[in-house]
Nanobody, 129 residues
């Protein structure tokens, strides 16, 4: 069972940057799909970025492509989300997540699957003008 804890949220002005971190603990972390989601008040939780087991591939939602970068440090069991060129509409609670790949290779979180194996408690990002 993987357990996740996010940090790094805060307040930033539009155009600024933040780096979110997610500390993972538990057995088998490196075999999971790892991802970042966000949820703004009154909106559905949406997938932003995924890194496949072993870091072989990454996926980004169109809304963050070119601005956000997902990465991981397996030696430290850490997942990161570097967020640049932040916009007011990026304000939300950000969550990291873990998913055992379906069939050993597919990360269903990229298709918006929310029934995942683990979630963190979230970290709040507020972007102001």
């Amino acid at each position: 069972q993987v357990r996740l804890a996010e940090s790094g949220g805060g307040s930033v002005q539009a155009g600024g940057s933040l780096r979110l971190s997610c500390a993972a603990s538990g057995y088998g972390y490196s075999t999971y799909c790892m991802g970042w989601f966000r949820q703004a008040p009154g909106k559905e939780r949406e997938a932003l970025a995924t890194i496949y087991p072993g870091g072989s591939k990454t996926w980004y939602a169109d809304i963050v492509k070119g601005r956000f970068t997902i990465s991981q440090d397996n030696a430290k069991n850490m997942l990161y989300l570097q967020m640049n060129s932040l916009k007011i509409e990026d304000s939300a609670m950000y969550y990291c997540s873990a998913e055992r790949p379906y069939g050993g290779t597919l990360c269903l979180m990229t298709a918006g699957q929310l029934a995942l194996d683990a979630w963190g408690q979230g970290t709040l990002v507020t972007v102001s003008s």
